[in-house]
């Protein structure tokens, strides 16, 4: 019944210029992948609400039920805040996984693939938006802390650098969880791996000195990057010496990010790209 | 000068040992709709995902406006649009916050955006929806997101990937409209179906896939035409189609045949002779020997 050919008409109406259109540049699909990423998080009000409250309800927990126990001086939320922010910022990035994978195993990657732009972007888009919520949570955890007794005693180059180091931090652990959500196979299974990697901070000195540790223990917790991320940014706010924990926190999370960004990399191509 | 849009020559895929596309060849002349008809795991979406550059084949070749989808992937990027199998659109943004993100990333400019996506809602009958997260959306209404997603810019070579499966008859209707329209628009549409009903109303072409290999193509009439003349059928006193048996119409084959059924089924049966259906062609077609094959 429609035998008709009709290449006579070669254009649909439209009132903007929609032949022939160059793809857009890197800086706009990136854009607009970020854009896309920073809606989905402001929608997911639960993730949201979780990703602050919890590490908020953490801080008065170590602070008021543990702290007591822990430093009768009540100096303890000195202390802790390094830690409860990391805490924070390896939960918030968490999120990660499961959105990347949740990407992945909907239909939208296919045509995002299709179309000519450089559609890795789209989980740059999630690391973005992971960063910026993550900055705002630590902001309030910062804001909290200082309610209940924190009172840092850093230079504004100690403050440059805390910021700075927790920026690398989030970044290493987002691109990580952003690889994990890449190669497991569901958004669920995507939540269980990373909630393995969530529990490193307890075993560093994070809530308590490494030296009230067990010796075997201590080998761990000494040996692995958030030790000296806490104590680096530690000594930042407390303005104490970090000595070689600093070097040491830059390393780490450098190695960490540059093995994420790698192993992102291909499990994309493998997974997303031309197969 | 290219005069096709889809070429493809001798196509093989296999994933492990089983093999999904065997030398497949045929070609699709622009501005044309082509409906690749077969049954679930006929191998038609991996077909899909080979001319639109997601898998790479393992032997042959397919170009698409000329383009080679192994050797010139962006360039086929850029004459091609996929509305895939499940519509891929984003739950969590609205139908407009989808069209135009869609835009920008077809290159549109800010605004051109934004006027190119009210054209879209109003084209697709989506502005009272549009403000709504797609997450809500009824099937038809997905499908019509799916489908302007696709069209945000003008590209030559539209594959759709069982548009209307899962669709009520309303919304199929209304789909196959809108499918019609954009041919009108020049664009060449490359469609796969399970439906030959779909087939029959849209396509100029048909191919029909069967274990990977292309056992037949041609226009509607031809292929009805393939299966010899019309059909003998026999319906019991429910009223239910019990049997369809081909004829080429003559008299003594028709004698013949109605003095077997005579004697095979019982007296109130009531028959027709009829043109064949595609779902007559689609059956002869699918199962092995033509002869029993056509059992209804």
Not at chain 1, 6 to 27: F, G, K, M
Request: include cysteine; charged fraction near 15%.
């Amino acid at each position: 019944m429609n035998n008709v050919q009709s290449r006579t008409q070669p254009s649909p109406v439209s009132a903007v210029r929609i032949h022939e259109v160059r793809p857009p540049s890197l800086a706009v699909t990136n854009a607009v992948f970020i854009g896309r990423s920073i809606r989905h998080s402001l929608r997911n009000v639960e993730s949201l609400l979780m990703a602050i409250m919890l590490p908020v309800m953490l801080m008065l927990l170590f602070t008021y039920v543990f702290g007591g126990a822990l430093d009768p001086s009540g100096g303890y939320v000195n202390y802790v805040v390094p830690g409860i922010i990391l805490l924070c910022a390896g939960f918030g990035s968490s999120g990660t996984a499961i959105d990347v994978a949740t990407d992945m195993t909907n239909g939208i990657i296919d045509r995002f693939r299709t179309m000519p732009i450089r559609s890795m972007g789209v989980i740059a888009g999630h690391v973005v938006a992971s960063l910026i919520r993550n900055l705002l949570a630590t902001a309030i955890v910062f804001g909290v802390a200082l309610l209940v007794g924190f009172r840092p005693d850093a230079s504004l180059v100690g403050w440059l650098g805390a910021i700075g180091l927790i920026v690398l931090f989030i970044l290493t652990f987002t691109w990580l969880f952003a690889a994990i959500g890449l190669v497991t196979g569901s958004p669920t299974a995507a939540s269980g791996y990373g909630f393995i990697l969530l529990f490193l901070p307890y075993l560093s000195s994070a809530f308590v000195p490494t030296s009230t540790m067990p010796s075997w223990l201590q080998g761990i917790a000494n040996h692995q990057p958030i030790t000296p991320v806490i104590e680096t940014i530690r000594a930042l706010l407390t303005g104490m010496p970090a000595g070689d924990y600093g070097w040491k926190a830059v390393v780490w999370c450098g190695a960490i990010l540059a093995v994420a960004l790698v192993w992102c990399g291909a499990a994309f191509r493998r997974k997303a790209g031309r197969r | 000068m290219k005069s096709y849009a889809v070429e493809v020559e001798k196509l093989r895929k296999s994933f492990g040992k089983q093999s999904v596309l065997n030398e497949l060849s045929f070609k699709v002349a622009k501005g044309t709709v082509f409906a690749l008809l077969g049954p679930n795991g006929a191998g038609k979406t991996t077909l899909i995902h080979i001319l639109s550059t997601l898998i790479k084949p393992d032997g042959g070749s397919a170009r698409i406006e000329g383009y080679d989808v192994v050797s010139a992937p962006e360039d086929v990027c850029r004459s091609i649009s996929l509305t895939g199998q499940f519509a891929a659109v984003d739950e969590v943004l609205t139908g407009r916050e989808n069209i135009c993100m869609m835009c920008r990333l077809s290159g549109l400019s800010s605004r051109d955006s934004r006027i190119r996506t009210e054209e879209l809602l109003a084209q697709f009958e989506l502005e009272s929806a549009a403000g709504k997260r797609a997450a809500t959306y009824s099937g038809g209404m997905r499908r019509r997101l799916d489908l302007a997603i696709s069209l945000a810019v003008n590209r030559p070579v539209l594959f759709l990937d069982e548009p209307t499966t899962g669709l009520d008859t309303v919304s199929r209707r209304s789909l196959w409209d809108m499918i019609l329209q954009l041919k009108q628009q020049g664009i060449t549409i490359f469609l796969t179906t399970q439906y030959l009903e779909e087939a029959d109303q849209l396509a100029d072409e048909i191919a029909v896939l069967n274990g990977g290999r292309i056992v037949a193509a041609g226009t509607a009439e031809a292929l009805k035409s393939r299966i010899g003349g019309e059909v003998i059928e026999l319906r019991d006193r429910f009223d239910q189609v019990v049997r369809t048996i081909p004829t080429n119409g003559s008299v003594n084959d028709v004698r013949q045949q109605l003095n077997e059924i005579a004697a095979l089924y019982p007296p109130d049966t009531r028959i027709a002779i009829r043109q064949p259906s595609m779902d007559d062609v689609f059956l002869a077609l699918t199962t092995n020997g033509t002869k029993e094959a056509s059992l209804a």
